[in-house]
């Protein structure tokens, strides 16, 4: 149905750069909000940065300043620019989607399968 691919995760030391870019395909009618969260080691899943259909925008607060979401509604993809990137970024980071398929249906919650980040001291 909708599969969501991350890439642009990698190795950084400290107060490096990394892009990370979502691509969402297969039965997409519209998407509504974008998004990335993380899930650090023993952590629980958190909500790094959202951008809803309007392009609102919101961040946690740890990555304000340093963190930029953007979306390409064209290409159905969504980006997270992380700058000055800390050892505590360190995470699996999750893009996410709210799609409907079609005109008929609700729109859902996907997932992709995650990119690590790793950043080192």
């Known amino acids: 149905q909708v599969q969501l691919v991350e890439s642009g995760g990698g190795l950084v030391q400290a107060g490096g750069s990394l892009t990370l870019s979502c691509a969402a395909s297969?039965?997409?009618?519209?998407?509504?909000?974008m998004g990335w969260y993380r899930q650090a080691l023993e952590k629980e899943r958190e909500l790094v940065a959202h951008?809803?259909?309007?392009?609102?925008?919101k961040y946690v607060e740890s990555v304000k300043g340093r963190f930029t979401i953007s979306r390409d509604n064209a290409k159905n993809m969504v980006y997270l620019q992380m700058n000055n990137l800390k050892p505590e970024d360190t995470a699996v980071y999750y893009c996410?989607?709210?799609?409907?398929?079609?005109?008929?249906?609700?729109?859902?919650?996907?997932w992709g399968q995650g990119t690590q980040v790793t950043v080192s001291s």
């Open positions: 297969g039965s997409i009618f519209s998407i509504d909000s």
């Open positions: 996410n989607a709210i799609v409907r398929i079609s005109v008929v249906d609700t729109y859902n919650n996907y």
């Open positions: 951008i809803s259909s309007g392009r609102s925008i």
